[in-house]
């Protein structure tokens, strides 16, 4: 299996290359880019698996340029920080980023958070291929496409993880921890809000109406499950 490719995108010299070269010991591809028009070329060129990303760029801000790479191919974002407000880590989330880290972090925990992430990217397994259809909704887990009214819908990789996992256990409730566990896939720490502004961003592309939400519905107290007339068939 080929080595993940990774892009890091920081303005600071000296944590790009820490980044650079930490990762190429690791055994990934990795190049590097200080600002976003840059970083946007090498997008283009190398077609990264992973892109970890700066939120403050001379050029752009981060935020934007998760969104727009996002908008091309869904890759997966790792923003860096050097800000632990919660509410701006809620920002990018809404932007797509699938994880985030605050400076100054350690290369232990950039190791496990990069590989966690990456993680997402094993093969899906035959039971695991099957494609959903619920009603109106199809979600096709190999080529990782959902469609309402066979109109295709646009998801984050976050988005469509998540979407994916509630509409494989239909009826069943699953708590925000867990459900962070089992689509994250590590040990989130920090606020769990992350978890509704994923659910959010979901409900605004496949629900008629998001603050009436008949797919994903919310179980006060509890966390999230996905509900349906129909029993999924292929």
């Known amino acids: 299996m080929a080595p993940a490719k990774i892009l890091v995108v920081d303005d600071d010299p000296a944590v790009r290359n820490l980044i650079q070269r930490f990762l190429m010991k690791q055994s990934y591809q990795v190049e590097a880019a200080e600002d976003g028009k840059t970083a946007l070329a090498l997008f283009e060129q190398f077609n990264p698996d992973l892109v970890i990303l700066d939120v403050n760029l001379p050029d752009v801000i981060g935020f934007n340029l998760c969104q727009e790479m996002q908008s091309r191919n869904g890759v997966f974002v790792l923003m860096l920080t050097s800000r632990a407000d919660e509410a701006d880590k809620i920002r990018g989330f809404s932007k797509g ?8 972090f350690g290369l232990g925990e950039l190791e496990v958070r990069v590989a966690a992430i990456l993680r997402r990217q094993r093969v899906v397994t035959t039971a695991e291929q099957k494609r ?35 509409a494989s256990h239909p ?11 089992e689509v994250w896939d590590y040990e989130y720490v920090g606020d769990q809000r992350v978890v509704d502004v994923h659910i959010g961003q979901i409900r605004k592309k496949i629900e008629a109406d998001a603050t009436q939400p008949a797919l994903i519905q919310t179980v006060r107290g509890v966390g999230y499950k996905f509900e349906c007339p129909l029993n999924p068939n292929s």
């Open 97 to 104: 980023a699938d994880d985030y880290l605050t400076k100054p």
């Open 132 to 166: 959903l259809v619920f009603e109106k909704l199809m979600i096709d887990p190999v080529r990782r496409e959902v469609a309402l009214n066979s109109q295709p819908i646009s998801l984050t990789a976050l988005e469509f993880d998540l979407l994916h996992f509630l």
């Open 171 to 181: 009826g069943r409730v699953w708590r925000r921890a867990e459900l962070i566990q």
